[in-house]
């Protein structure tokens, strides 16, 4: 386990960076927090640090958000999926769009913003959770565990 403090956005996109160089295909990057904890921030440090050049915003409504990397990054990933299970009614919905496509997949990353909505969907998945807590003034809590 290991936990981080940042006290701005602009730390916590850093974070994400940094974590994106320790992520191989295969990753599931679990998000848990609450509303404002910081969750989509980290993620844009993420597919920054994977070389994604897109404009990454939370796929809330539309629930997955798939981007393809046009430049090979070192760890010759291709694909960034990032999931947004707030609004899912249930799991089906996922797997219509077609996300067991990209789950788990070698040269793909995901990473997963309320991930207690499909717990079924990552039985048997090597994951990583991150926990963002806010802690007020721009403070946040993160802390990173393998599993």
Excluded at 21 to 35: A, D, M, N, R, T
Excluded at 91 to 110: P, S
Excluded at 113 to 137: A, C, D, F, H
């Amino acid at each position: 386990m290991n936990k981080y403090i940042t006290t701005n956005p602009e730390m916590t996109r850093e974070l994400g960076r940094d974590i994106a160089h320790k992520l191989i295909g295969g990753c599931i990057v679990l998000l848990y927090g609450e509303l404002g904890a910081g969750k989509t921030t980290l993620v844009k440090g993420i597919a920054e640090g994977l070389g994604v050049k897109d404009d990454i915003v939370s796929p809330t409504f539309t629930l997955m958000n798939v981007y393809h990397m046009t430049t090979l990054p070192p760890n010759h990933l291709t694909t960034f999926a990032h999931i947004d299970t707030y609004r899912l009614k249930n799991e089906r919905e996922l797997i219509d769009i077609g996300v067991e496509d990209y789950l788990g997949e070698a040269n793909t990353v995901c990473v997963i913003e309320w991930p207690e909505k499909i717990q079924k969907l990552l039985q048997r998945k090597k994951t990583i959770e991150v926990t963002l807590s806010y802690m007020g003034n721009e403070k946040r809590e993160i802390v990173i565990r393998n599993t």
